[in-house]
């Protein structure tokens, strides 16, 4: 349904202009209002109506009212036949505009692949970044199932670009590690259960440390974790994912000419994927994966170690300073003349203020 316009919308993209109101001349009735609608509808979006539906009720009185036709006279239009078609015709005559075809297709998927999809990875914008540039180029979106299309095959282009980018800056020895915390369990190779869909309570069974030797998915299940309660324990666990991030050895700069974007989405891909399916991937895209989640949790551990360490200062100070209070309040209670102690703590207190 179409929203709600106020009068300088109305006045900016619904105005006809002398040459568009000549365009009008020989038509009548709803065929002149229609024409009128889908004229500056298309000037406004770059493509045309599907129905009234998409027609703003201000905007039809708006035009209406210039074009001199009752706005009720659009319920005898036909919105599929042949006098719509030539409508449409006569619209991209006056505005420039062509049919998105096949070599316009390919071009905006190749456009959006190289300008746009190496930085953005929401499917959504990429549309709307589409759009905006078919609009630019005087053509007509396509039908929404190929535009959904020409989105996707951007997407995959991009990600392909950017998958063997990040491959070829990861030694085999690096990517070797990688694949062992998502190996399957057991050394005969034997397909069990993934770890990590259960991996939410503590580290290890009954809340005990994974030791280095532990098995590559229960390392990732423990890298997976959130930080617990402030404690040394939890300390303990940090320092422990963090150690296992850094003995991969991925390089730090890696990811360098990656955008934030488009690294903080394949984290969240691996942070929903079980080992199994992150095994399913291609050599390529099985490599990026887990080395772009490992390098995002490096910085959120790191971030959780901070966090824990200045709670813990904190705590420190304050059960420090709750110790010399009680301590000066028992001493205070001790002394005669207590309150003339007091009132002179008060007055140099004041004094210093």
């Given at each position: 349904m179409?929203?709600?316009?106020?009068?300088?919308?109305?006045?900016?993209?619904?105005?006809?202009?002398?040459?568009?109101?000549e365009?009008?001349?020989?038509?009548?009735?709803?065929?002149?209002?229609?024409?009128?609608?889908m004229?500056?509808?298309?000037?406004?979006?770059g493509?045309?109506?599907?129905?009234?539906?998409?027609?703003?009720?201000?905007?039809?009185?708006?035009?209406?009212?210039?074009?001199?036709v009752?706005?009720?006279?659009?319920?005898?239009?036909?919105?599929?036949?042949?006098?719509?078609?030539a409508?449409?015709?006569?619209?991209?005559?006056?505005?420039?505009?062509?049919?998105?075809g096949?070599?316009?297709?390919?071009?905006?998927?190749?456009?959006?692949?190289?300008?746009?999809?190496?930085s953005?990875?929401?499917?959504?914008?990429?549309?709307a970044?589409?759009?905006?540039?078919l609009?630019?180029?005087?053509i007509?979106?396509?039908?929404?199932?190929?535009?959904?299309?020409?989105?996707?095959?951007?997407?995959?282009?991009?990600?392909?670009?950017?998958?063997l980018?990040?491959?070829?800056?990861?030694?085999?020895?690096?990517?070797?590690?990688?694949?062992?915390?998502?190996?399957?369990?057991?050394?005969?190779?034997?397909?069990?259960?993934?770890?990590?869909?259960?991996?939410?309570?503590?580290?290890?069974?009954?809340?005990?440390?994974?030791?280095?030797?532990?098995?590559?998915?229960?390392?990732?299940?423990a890298?997976r974790?959130?930080?617990?309660?402030?404690?040394?324990?939890?300390?303990?666990?940090?320092?422990?994912?963090?150690?296992?991030?850094?003995?991969?050895?991925?390089?730090?700069?890696v990811?360098d000419?990656?955008?934030?974007?488009?690294?903080?989405?394949w984290?969240?891909?691996?942070?929903?994927?079980?080992?199994?399916?992150?095994r399913?991937?291609?050599?390529?895209l099985r490599?990026?994966?887990?080395?772009?989640y490992?390098?995002?949790?490096?910085?959120?551990?790191?971030?959780?170690?901070?966090?824990?360490?200045i709670?813990?200062?904190?705590?420190?100070?304050?059960?420090?300073?709750?110790?010399?209070?009680?301590?000066?309040?028992?001493?205070?209670?001790?002394?005669?003349?207590?309150?003339?102690?007091?009132?002179?703590?008060?007055?140099?207190?004041?004094?210093?203020?």
């Amino acid at each position: 349904m179409a929203r709600a316009l106020d009068e300088d919308e109305l006045v900016g993209h619904w105005t006809l202009l002398d040459e568009e109101m000549e365009l009008l001349s020989g038509r009548r009735g709803p065929t002149k209002l229609v024409f009128a609608l889908m004229l500056k509808f298309h000037q406004l979006h770059g493509w045309f109506p599907r129905g009234r539906g998409e027609l703003p009720d201000e905007a039809v009185e708006y035009v209406a009212a210039a074009v001199k036709v009752p706005a009720a006279d659009l319920a005898f239009y036909e919105w599929d036949g042949r006098t719509s078609k030539a409508h449409r015709a006569d619209v991209r005559a006056f505005t420039g505009f062509r049919e998105c075809g096949v070599e316009d297709a390919e071009k905006a998927a190749e456009w959006l692949s190289g300008d746009v999809c190496l930085s953005e990875r929401r499917a959504y914008r990429v549309r709307a970044a589409l759009l905006a540039h078919l609009k630019d180029e005087r053509i007509e979106p396509p039908a929404k199932q190929r535009l959904q299309r020409i989105v996707g095959s951007a997407l995959d282009q991009s990600e392909k670009a950017l998958t063997l980018r990040v491959w070829s800056r990861v030694s085999d020895d690096v990517a070797e590690r990688m694949f062992t915390l998502i190996a399957r369990r057991g050394e005969d190779g034997a397909e069990t259960e993934d770890r990590d869909s259960q991996a939410g309570g503590e580290i290890g069974d009954g809340g005990e440390e994974v030791s280095a030797e532990a098995e590559g998915v229960d390392v990732f299940a423990a890298i997976r974790q959130d930080p617990g309660n402030v404690s040394v324990t939890t300390m303990e666990k940090e320092v422990f994912k963090l150690g296992a991030i850094e003995a991969i050895g991925l390089p730090q700069d890696v990811f360098d000419d990656i955008a934030p974007g488009v690294l903080l989405s394949w984290r969240a891909r691996v942070a929903v994927s079980s080992p199994s399916h992150l095994r399913r991937h291609g050599h390529e895209l099985r490599v990026t994966l887990p080395a772009a989640y490992l390098h995002c949790r490096r910085r959120e551990i790191i971030d959780a170690m901070t966090d824990l360490l200045i709670t813990t200062v904190k705590r420190i100070n304050a059960r420090a300073d709750t110790k010399v209070t009680e301590e000066f309040v028992a001493e205070l209670k001790r002394v005669s003349g207590k309150e003339n102690i007091l009132f002179k703590m008060t007055q140099a207190a004041t004094a210093a203020g």
